[in-house]
């Protein structure tokens, strides 16, 4: 691999939405800066340096407080840039690692301390190499208190992946609602299939997340806002949402920022809906301590 990938907006538009105060950006990124950071030996994509401070920069201007950022897959199981923009965010910023399951305990107290509170399985291919589910269930029960798993899956392994994540002792957070097929609609097959896996367990908690991934049909993701609305309006108390900058693997349909924070009154149209979706969902899962 090579070429360096852009997949963000240069300047992305002031949304029109303007968040409530505290609201979380819970499912963003850091890349690099390389130089510091470099990525891992295994990743399947290369891109340019994207750090904390352009990630801090978005969040103000997008009128956020916070960050969650979740380790992406080019930098492996090397936490250290996750961890970097963690430790620069003066307490605005915590994350969620990617680890080996072999991770000592000791280790796993490091990232707590770090400002970790959950770690990642990622179940895409075109990501990860492999995805072993015994050794993702071994590290799943000897997490710190408080943390959560954080999985990463399609729509068409959602049957097969049930018995893995039943087994699962902490609560669940999906990213993306398991990239359902949205064009399907609020009544379709993936979004039956997603509402039953939530209402196998009340710790299951979803992102409402990356219209511009889940949508063929673009900007203004139409399709997104009808199929996501009756889901977070459903599970009101277990939503989460997030910007997913620098949009990994993006840079073919890179959205704008203030466009994707513009959707967020279209699937939680009012206030209170809007509160939990961006402050008190969120700060239960990174910052119970502050509530
Ligand atoms: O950022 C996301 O959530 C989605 C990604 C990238 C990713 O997960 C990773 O690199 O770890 C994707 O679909 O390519």
Known sequence: MSDRITSWHASPSKPSYAPPAGAIDAHCHVFGPMAQFPFSAKAKYLPEDAGPDMLFALRDHLGFSRNVIVQASCHGTDNAATLDAIAKSAGKARGVAVVDPAISETDLTALHEGGIRGIRFNFLKRLVDDAPKDQFLEVAK??????????????????????????????????????????????????????????????????????????????????????????????????????????????????????LVDMIPRIAPTADLQQKLLVSNPMRLYWPEEL
């Open 142 to 259: 000897r997490l710190p208190a408080g943390w959560h798993v954080v999985i990463y899956f399609e729509a068409d392994i959602l049957e097969e992946l049930r018995p893995f994540m039943d087994a699962i002792p902490v609560p669940l957070v999906i990213d993306h609602m398991g990239r359902p097929d949205v064009i399907q609609g609020a009544a379709g097959a993936d979004m039956k299939a997603f509402r039953a896996l939530l209402d196998s367990r009340e710790d299951i908690w979803f992102k409402a997340t990356c219209p511009d991934r889940l949508d063929p049909t673009g900007d203004p993701w139409n399709a997104f806002a009808g199929a996501v609305a009756p889901l977070v309006a459903d599970y009101q108390d277990r939503v989460l949402w997030g910007t997913d900058w620098p949009h990994p693997n993006m840079q073919d349909t890179i959205p704008d920022d203030g466009h």
